[in-house]
């Protein structure tokens, strides 16, 4: 019988961007073998049909015989074994896109989103996998969460652990630092302006505040950080014990976009236990051949969100301004567009699949985000639990109860009813109102009043605008076009639509910056002529302007009252 499924790996010519991956199968007692790989990758919820980038399937025994290959799916290949007791089969996959959840391979450097790269062999997922990398001869590092076995030789429980273990192999830079013994790795891809001494610290005192936080159990055996450093763009990907994620190079000296980076850093290391171990029961085990549909991405996204700051500013590398504009940012996110009514927060996750990943110019208009939308959810449930258990309980109890859940039975994943209760029980009162308003429906959230409940202020920075169109235009071949625009502005009220091209306003010939300042003389209830290009016809447009939408600005009030204050603590200190 097969007792595990050997892969190896090698770079024949990296120049070109490919990978040469072979899976060995021992000890067959079946006739046929099925090969799949999966058309997702776990965090990331959309379709991406790795196997588009599979060619060269070849198959022999294992005495080197050729065997039969038949793609009987887009991600599947039927194999004959023919009574051979063991089976090679053996591909090339293109990898030249570097992202949290793609792959790239280079003459410097191969990172692997392992579940774009190995394929797994079906029903037999459960078994161990061993890896041997075959590495090119300048490549000196292999950074993975794998679990090491020899040289270049590294294993995982099963299929499951073995995808979820991204792989960066070359020349990186590597920083160090424990925690209880337990070794952490910064994995470096790249040059930037970073300080190695404040890297390790920060990454550090993230880690020690949320392994407290968490009971001080940790739950690894060692953990790997892969930082690509790139040109410019972002976002990060959680797994199982390490995560991957992007910055630009040269903006460690800016101190705003640094703060969103720990955000990031903080983000993806909470997912250790929120996702990885607190997981939705849905999500895990997976189907790796389809969607995998859950409601529940507001806790298991949008929680993480608010914990990422929260826990950030626990840690004292930020202070309570600096964690406000973080809210902020969440408040805006929400609060300003109309997609807050037209899309429940547990329907934006189930269709995460084919929305959030997949926006497009009228997002704002139709949909909310389960990861801002989920954070002030929290932000209010927080607040809630903290007003009826006197100060003594927060949300920090609910994950608490959570984790002692997964704990007490691992193989379990969480159900929403299981949340609700668990919050209810705290806050001694049915939430089915709030449920019925804020998870299920499209009211609006009543964020003001409870931030204004722990001494926030929330103000409104375009009120002092007199005016907007309230549209997003870029300029393109010297044309100014419209790429968004916001219900309940005044373009969308005119009927201007994305696509359209701006000529002129009462007879001005604009650009970007003469429209803006044509339209900042004005006020609301002022009438301009605005011409455009639509689909090539000119037509001209009559817009009445109306008052912007909605900035908002987040403030501590100077005097707040002794309840007040106690609400804020017991939220920001936990
Ligand atoms: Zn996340």
Partial sequence: MTKEINYSISFKDPSEHYCEVTINVRNLATESLLFSMPVWTPGSYMIRDYAGKVQNVSVT?????????????????????GGSKE??????????ELTVRTSEVTTEHAFLNSSGIFMFVRGLEHLPCNLKINLPKDWKEISTGLEHTGKNKFRAENYDEFIDCPIEIGNQTILEFQIKKIPHRICIVGNGNYDPKKLINDFKIIAETQIKFLKGKIPYQNYTYIVHLVEKGGGGLEHLNSFVVQFPRLNFNDAKAYRKFLGLVSHEFFHLWNVKRIRPVVLGPFDYDKENYTQSLWIAEGWTSYYDNVLLRRTGLINNREYLEFLEHEVNDVMRFQGRFHQPLRESSYDTWIKFYKKDENTNNSQVSYYTKGALVATMLNIEIISATNFTKSLDDVILALYDDYLNDASKGYTEERVKQICEELCGKSLDEFWRKYLDGT?????????????????????????????????????LIIVKVFAGGSAHAAGLSSGDELIAIDGYRIDNELMNKIIGDMKAGDKVEILASRKGLIRSIKVALLKPLPKYVLTERKDPSKTEKQLLDKWIEG
């Fill in 61 to 81: 025994d294992g005495k080197g015989a050729y065997r039969p290959a038949e793609k009987i799916s887009k991600n599947t290949w039927r194999v004959a074994a």
């Fill in 87 to 96: 089976i090679n089969f053996s591909y090339r996959v293109y990898c030249n």
């Fill in 443 to 479: 009211d609006e959230l009543p964020i003001k009043d409870y931030l204004g409940r722990c001494g926030i202020e929330m103000t409104d920075a375009n009120e002092s605008v007199k005016c907007s169109l309230d549209i997003e235009a870029k300029t393109e071949n010297g044309k």
